[in-house]
């Protein structure tokens, strides 16, 4: 089975950095599309980053800018660099795969970041 896990969630103050890294199992990251989504409290989940298997990104408006997603297709790796975070950045971040030959989805079990001074 497809399994994804993110890690490199905690606590930073406002203006830091923060980076996460999912890490993917199976055979079909390299025929992926990635993302990074994130859900407050009270709030519906968001894709804030995504990268194509051909290395193409897109970002929502609200971390344009300031976040960047790339890959690493040799060892199956996903990362999102964010800097200058905001307390509204604060959320749980999931990773997801699209598989491009089915369209189905898969999705790690989140990490925690808060932005808090």
């Known amino acids: 089975q497809v399994q994804l896990v993110e890690s490199g969630g905690g606590l930073v103050q406002p203006g830091g950095s923060l980076t996460l890294s999912c890490v993917t199992s199976g055979n079909i990251f390299k025929i992926s599309t990635m993302g990074w989504y994130r859900q407050a409290p009270g709030k519906q989940r968001e894709l804030i980053a995504a990268i194509t298997s051909g290395g193409t990104t897109n970002y929502a408006d609200s971390v344009k800018g300031r976040f960047t997603i790339s890959r690493d297709n040799a060892r199956k790796l996903v990362y999102l660099q964010m800097n200058s975070l905001k307390p509204e950045d604060t959320a749980v971040y999931y990773c997801?795969?699209?598989?491009?030959?089915?369209?189905?989805?898969?999705w790690g079990q989140g990490t925690q970041v808060t932005v808090s001074s």
């Open positions: 997801n795969a699209r598989f491009v030959m089915t369209g189905n989805e898969y």
